[in-house]
């Protein structure tokens, strides 16, 4: 909610001319364009007051107007009145106030679901009190994997506070959060309580990047292991070049129509052009986007990070996840509804860590990553080779290889996958990399006892390995 004060005091006219801001030359056209909106009053700023959560065209159209006008005040706000003595253009301040009040309603009719938490999203933003940190989301489901996924990356170097979200009391358990805190700067957020949506399951994941306390944000699965400390990201140059850094998913399928046509509805006149380019958009894959790991500065994307919120509220997600799988590609489409291209895809497709079979493909239930110099940099998909399965029937991952795209993917139960190369027979796992995920495991088998037995099978397999 923005408020404006406009306090008036007496003073002399050699002190006003020398104490009053002037508007930059350059900004000039801003303080026009905000002030032609002004004066147009009431009747030209309609905007339809529901809210249709089954209309793509109308949200899009609805977050791209407030956009504008959000963003035009944001920048001018400060020396409206100012600008307006100077003005030929003849706009009251009973009028700005007007226009306030209406781009406060427009802002509550959008974003509801940050009330009664949060009064605007200014509020919201005055939060973000630390510059970087790493964010997760974690339940009772997850605790196993998201407990290692921190402890490693404590174990490897890692100093990033983090912030481990969970949705609700039913969801984490007051025992396990007390052991993620237990943990050097890691703190558990219930993110029921700044979000008053129906929020469930993947849909979490955006709502807990914009409401961290961070201003850049990695965003990790609870299945991630990295190969390197995650902090080296943000100086990752295709990061530091938009603010944003997203990562491709495997080469697999075709979109259906219905996918695509929906995809068009979001931002029907302007399409980005980096949009426009990527696989699924010219019907390569049917997978553009697997948002295991998100790199977000939230200062100069958070209006395209509340696009994302939109498309993963409750009613939205009923449609959204017909469309597209979970939650994943909606990162790219939040950016895409508020015609923003500034964000970069990771250099190279994924590929696979694990084993090769009888016919010489690479297997696993792994996706793995490799940064912009084509180095080892993370793995989805976590330490146990089948998650899916209980604690007496999972083994940890048994991995000697890596390789990535181009190649042919063959699909597999239990969530695996092979990938066949024609030449490239895949890269040996270096003793670094054998080395986190050594790591990865006993800190798995540190919180869950029901591993111990598999972890020390685990070490003495790798024992072998190395003699």
């Not at 180095?375 to 029937?393: R, S």
Request: include cysteine.
């Amino acid at each position: 909610m923005v408020v404006v004060q406009r306090v008036i005091v007496s003073r002399s006219d050699e002190e006003f001319a020398a104490e009053k801001v002037q508007p930059a030359i350059d900004s000039t056209p801003l303080y026009r364009e905000m002030i032609s909106i002004i004066s147009q009053g009431t009747g030209s700023w309609k905007f339809q007051e529901t809210y249709d959560k089954e209309n793509f065209v109308k949200i899009g159209k609805q977050m791209r107007e407030f956009q504008k006008l959000y963003t035009l005040w944001k920048s001018t706000e400060e020396n409206i009145y100012d600008y307006i003595d100077q003005s030929d253009q003849k706009v009251s301040p009973d009028e700005v106030v007007e226009f306030q009040r209406y781009l406060n309603a427009y802002e509550n009719m959008l974003f509801f679901w940050l009330h009664p938490t949060y009064n605007s999203i200014e509020q919201l933003r005055s939060t973000y009190s630390h510059e970087r940190g790493i964010v997760t989301s974690i339940g009772n489901g997850q605790f196993y994997l998201g407990y290692s996924l921190l402890k490693t990356l404590r174990d490897t170097g890692c100093t990033l506070p983090m912030e481990v979200f969970y949705l609700g009391s039913d969801d984490l358990s007051s025992e396990n959060r007390q052991k993620l805190e237990s943990l050097t700067n890691v703190t558990t957020r219930n993110l029921k309580l700044p979000v008053s949506d129906g929020i469930a399951g993947w849909a979490g994941k955006p709502f807990a990047v914009l409401t961290s306390r961070f201003k850049e944000v990695i965003f990790l699965d609870s299945d991630i292991i990295f190969f390197q400390e995650p902090e080296l990201l943000f100086d990752s140059n295709l990061y530091k070049e938009t603010g944003a850094l997203f990562y491709l998913d495997r080469t697999l399928f075709s979109p259906g129509k219905k996918t695509l046509d929906w995809i068009k509805e979001l931002s029907p006149n302007r399409f980005p052009e980096k949009a426009n380019k990527n696989g699924l958009l010219q019907k390569k894959t049917g997978h553009q986007q697997e948002s295991g790991v998100l790199v977000i500065d939230k200062d100069q994307h958070f209006l395209s990070l509340l696009a994302t919120c939109q498309l993963n509220l409750d009613k939205t997600r009923e449609i959204t996840y017909n469309r597209v799988h979970g939650d994943k590609e909606t990162f790219w489409l939040g950016w895409t509804m508020m015609e923003n291209d500034s964000y970069n895809w990771n250099a190279y497709r994924p590929g696979v860590l694990g084993t090769f079979n009888e016919e010489g493909s690479l297997c696993s239930s792994k996706l793995f990553h490799v940064d912009e110099n084509k180095k080892p940099l993370f793995l989805n998909g976590g330490i146990v080779d089948n998650k899916f399965v209980k604690d007496e029937d999972r083994e940890f991952l048994k991995a000697s290889h890596w390789t990535i795209e181009p190649g042919n993917w063959q699909l597999l139960e239990a969530n695996r996958a092979c990938l066949k190369k024609e030449s490239d027979k895949g890269k040996k796992l270096s003793s670094q990399m054998q080395n986190y995920l050594m790591i990865s495991a006993k800190n798995y088998a540190e919180v869950n006892v029901g591993m111990k037995q598999a972890f020390e099978n685990y070490q003495k397999d790798n024992q072998k390995k190395k003699k």
